[in-house]
């Protein structure tokens, strides 16, 4: 029988055929708006994981002899139980502390966020999504008063003449994208701003290539030559937006040539990127091809992510686009469900709906759904590096639950990830492989995979889509809902908590309504009958299930933003004085910045364990322009260390002319002494606590005879 359902890796969530005829799985692309019918390698290789040999099938506890050992399910959740009580007895109930996913179903999320506050009483979750759109969320809730990656529907980009792309490498990363780029490819309007010639930046008409971590002041002399040339849109401004003044203000100072000095990108190409917008949104306003401003991680993973978001949302109002038919801003959301993973209560300072966690509204609604009183629920928590960096210290967590991710290569200082890791008295993971974070535990639960449970996603549009089970689970492998309703149910906790997938979506349906991300008027059968719902969709909505068709809200803004008085808020930012550490004072230091392969996928867990994506990507290069690689005595394919005062990594050099000078790019898939985020440092972004991911100064050397 053949099952349609949705890719388990990226947020594009491509729409996906599984048909399990006896032993075989066969796996092909559906025609799905996302993607078209086409795949990634990743994709198309993903059925190769379903029966891996190293899938996991039975828990593993660590014995006296330091081992991992199969025990029984039985055995598995009273040792849970008992770490539980022994720890929080002795610490008290933040002694024991939950890391989730934007991996998980948006039902494992809105469970586990419900069952660290309920069962555990802890104010202790948070998740990697943390690392991935932390930035570009706080900058979409302070501007437009909510945030969701993309206000409107993906499609909506195969219509547009001209699109700004900065810090997004999306002909690796999410290579169906590519599809909706085409339109702007074809009217000679595709910029990207990256500091590498990256294989989006090929496609592009125009590449800006700024120093590393200095896309914020360009952005900033760009909106500065709009308003100095008087080409913004007034008309929009004074209508739809606040703030206006105060923004032209801290716009002042940022006149190209200084720009210039700071990012390398000559004055006259940001005047001429400034008026080439210009014209473009003008054109667009009259009924012409659209225009749109989009972002990803590599301009947010910084220490101001926040500051650069707000620049570029602040640029795409001057050109009068957001909450228009004439283009937009959008974020291109990571992680497979990084939108809706943020949204249900795994985040350390919010409850279902998107809720802030300190509302005595928001925690009386939530409270009546789950049958309990607003003051069980904890306060807010700490943020994923605090949390993670805290494991074992004083004050700090001493037992953790681990779900869907893999800090020890995933994390920024992973060094230090792995050292605090160790400190913990009683470390859990729920895996389906024993990833490396899997490895350093005393208790190891096998889960489910992507083609063997039910639930929904919400992808990078704010679509919310059917996960549907192809393949009965195997033995010895448990869902994480029947896992977490075990342990609420031993732990003694109040509220209900069920392990059936459409119970828990219509609690959280519940949970959900009135909130900024309201899914009470989404329901699992209008999903199974093909109705497109994006998300606010309250309850009473009208849903259509016509092709083409879309309901609840897929496009935001049209009359109004999501602030009290309807406008959107322009942010003055400043940039701040850049942090300088020694290895960054050193001769011949270089910025390191990391990213992704096009055959792997964040920490490589799963694709490094199917053999066509790791021969055709076996370790980490470290891309290099050959004009440094001859200064620092270094020839192609020659093994390389890249150090600083975080760690050592060793690579294998690859030149490539299309990278800056000054710069040097790794992949962060791989492990041990390949792993990327051993230099990544500490420095967070004082508002969304996002990691400096993307610019850290390293010393490069080669390895031996070339």
Not at 17 to 25: A, S
Request: proline fraction near 7%.
């Amino acid at each position: 029988m053949a099952v349609a359902t949705h890719c388990p890796y990226c947020a594009l969530q491509c729409g996906i055929t599984l048909e399990h005829r006896n032993d075989r799985v066969d796996l092909s692309g559906r025609n799905f708006e996302t993607n078209g019918g086409a795949l990634c390698r990743k994709g198309y290789s993903a059925a190769q994981l379903l029966d891996h040999p190293q899938r996991l099938h039975s828990p593993l506890e660590r014995g006296t002899d330091g081992v991992l050992h199969p025990v029984s399910w039985e055995r598995a959740l009273e040792l849970v139980v008992q770490q539980v009580h022994q720890v929080q007895e002795a610490h008290g109930k933040d002694a024991v502390a939950v890391f989730g996913s934007g991996s998980l179903t948006n039902e494992k999320a809105y469970q586990l966020g419900k069952f660290a506050r309920l069962a555990l009483g802890t104010s202790r979750i948070d998740y990697n999504g943390r690392f991935c759109m932390s930035s570009a969320a706080a900058a979409g809730n302070k501007a437009f008063g909510l945030d969701r990656g993309l206000p409107f529907p993906l499609a909506d980009l195969d219509r547009a003449g001209t699109i700004m792309l900065l810090g997004s490498n999306v002909a690796d990363t999410m290579p169906p994208f590519v599809r909706h780029l085409e339109s702007a490819r074809d009217h000679g309007g595709l910029m990207v701003v990256d500091p590498r010639r990256s294989a989006t930046a090929e496609l592009a008409d125009t590449h800006l290539q700024p120093a590393p971590g200095t896309d914020l002041q360009l952005l900033l002399g760009l909106a500065h030559v709009l308003l100095a040339e008087n080409l913004a849109d007034t008309g929009y401004l004074e209508a739809r937006t606040t703030g206006l003044e105060a923004l032209r203000i801290s716009l002042a100072a940022w006149w190209p040539e200084r720009v210039q000095a700071e990012t390398g990108i000559p004055a006259a190409v940001i005047r001429q990127t400034a008026r080439v917008l210009s014209a473009a949104a003008r054109c667009a306003q009259a009924g012409g091809k659209p225009v749109y401003i989009l972002t990803g991680r590599g301009v947010e993973q910084h220490a101001n992510g926040t500051a650069t978001v707000s620049a570029a949302i602040n640029l795409a109002l001057l050109l009068g686009l957001p909450g228009t038919l004439a283009g937009g801003f959008g974020t291109i959301t990571g992680q497979g469900n990084g939108q809706g993973g943020r949204e249900h209560g795994q985040k350390a300072d919010q409850l279902p709906g998107y809720r802030k966690i300190t509302d005595p509204a928001a925690r009386a609604h939530v409270a009546a759904v789950w049958g309990v009183d607003p003051e069980t629920i904890p306060g807010p928590g700490i943020p994923a590096s605090q949390l993670l960096a805290s494991l074992g210290e004083p004050g700090g967590s001493r037992m953790l639950f681990m779900h869907g991710s893999n800090p020890v290569v995933s994390s920024p200082n992973a060094n230090r990830t792995l050292q605090a890791l160790r400190r913990l008295d009683y470390l859990v993971v729920a895996d389906f492989f024993l990833s490396e974070t899997a490895a350093q535990a005393d208790l190891v639960l096998p889960v489910l995979q992507w083609a063997e449970e039910e639930g929904t996603m919400t992808n990078l549009e704010g679509r919310v889509l059917r996960r549907r089970a192809a393949l009965p689970r195997p033995a010895g492998a448990r869902s994480e809902l029947w896992l977490l309703a075990e342990l609420a149910t031993r732990l003694g906790s109040p509220g209900g908590f069920s392990a059936d997938p459409r119970e828990v979506f219509n609690e959280l349906r519940r949970a959900s309504a009135g909130g900024i991300a309201d899914y009470s008027g989404v329901d699992y059968l209008d999903l199974d009958a093909g109705a497109a719902i994006y998300w606010p969709c309250p309850d009473g909505s009208p849903i259509s299930q016509l092709p083409g068709e879309r309901s609840g809200t897929p496009r935001l803004f049209l009359d109004r933003f999501a602030h009290a008085d309807g406008q959107a808020k322009l942010v003055p930012v400043y940039p701040q004085p850049v942090h300088t550490t020694q290895d960054s004072k050193k001769p011949g230091a270089l910025s390191l910045v990391t990213g992704r392969l096009l055959e792997h996928y964040q920490s490589g867990a799963q694709t490094r364990r199917v053999a066509e994506l790791l021969e055709a990507a076996p370790a980490a290069l470290a891309e290099i322009h050959p004009d440094t690689a001859l200064a620092h005595g270094i020839h192609d394919g020659q093994p390389v260390v890249l150090e600083n005062d975080h760690g050592r990594v060793e690579a294998i050099a690859s030149l490539n002319a299309g990278i800056r000078l000054d710069t040097v790019f790794l992949p962060f898939h791989f492990p041990q002494t390949q792993n990327a985020n051993l230099l990544t440092g500490d420095a967070v972004d004082p508002e969304s606590f996002m990691p400096e991911f993307k610019h850290a100064p390293v010393m490069l050397s080669p390895i031996g005879a070339p």
